[in-house]
């Protein structure tokens, strides 16, 4: 059996540095789909040409386009020993396309990695990011100091040129968008935890401590 697995977390809980530690692990991708999406509009196939049309339209990406663009990601070859879901499924019936999917495939969804972070945290951990010009490095100043500060403005540590910070870490943009992901993903994780595959991970921790949790409760789900 392969290993399919779905991350679920809000903004600033890490699951996309999980996500892609559990894809070098198994040996399978990290299949996000804000990446999908992008390579959309570049590639010339049906379903692109169709994606692209509604995007230059304004509209919005349908569960069935939007489950087509995961089929389709799953058929290539990297994907045959499974994959790391991250930003799919996002309701509940994108989650049970996504099983009839696998069952089509004589496969079945491993685990539902749901990482818990407070929401204050998650404001924090993305409001306070500064980046360096060339999007190189990235500092916190909550959690990652730069070194110095002039006229209320951060420096990078290595150029002394200001910071970054990006219009969506703005604290309005972020408390809409995490109050938006509670509103969507309650039901969805709801969906998972009655079917029992839900397993839930503290990610107010060290990067490497997560790990070892999500790790040891995706295979105590492979051995189930």
């Known amino acids: 059996m392969g290993v399919y697995i779905i991350m679920i977390g809000v903004q600033g809980a890490g699951k996309g540095t999980q996500a892609a530690i559990l894809a070098e692990k198994y040996g399978i991708p990290h ?16 379903l692109a040409r169709e994606v692209q049309a509604l995007m230059n339209e304004g509209k919005l990406i349908s569960d069935d386009i939007t489950n087509r663009m995961v089929e389709d990601r799953l058929s290539a070859e990297d994907a045959q020993q499974g994959a790391i879901m991250d930003g799919y499924p996002r309701n509940p019936d994108q989650a049970a396309a996504f099983e009839t999917l696998l069952a089509s495939k004589g496969e079945k969804l491993t685990a539902v990695v749901v990482m818990n972070l407070n929401r204050d945290i998650a404001v924090m951990r993305s409001e306070g990011r500064r980046y360096s010009t060339d999007k190189s490095r990235v500092y916190n100043i909550y959690f990652k100091q730069p070194l110095n500060k002039k006229d209320g403005v951060w ?6 040129e200001a910071l970054i910070q990006r219009d969506d870490d703005q604290r309005d943009a972020i408390e809409k968008r995490i109050s938006l992901y509670f509103e969507q993903t309650m039901p969805l994780i709801e969906y998972f935890q009655a079917k029992g595959l839900v397993v839930e ?3 107010n921790h060290p990067i490497e401590n997560v790990t070892e949790a999500v790790m040891a409760a ?5 051995e189930a």
Do not use: N, Y
């Open 218 to 222: 995706v295979d105590a789900k492979r």
């Open 201 to 203: 991970i503290e990610a």
């Open 31 to 46: 299949v996000s789909t804000g990446d999908l999406f992008r390579a959309m509009k570049t590639q010339d196939t049906p």
């Open 155 to 160: 420096l990078d540590d290595e150029t002394g």
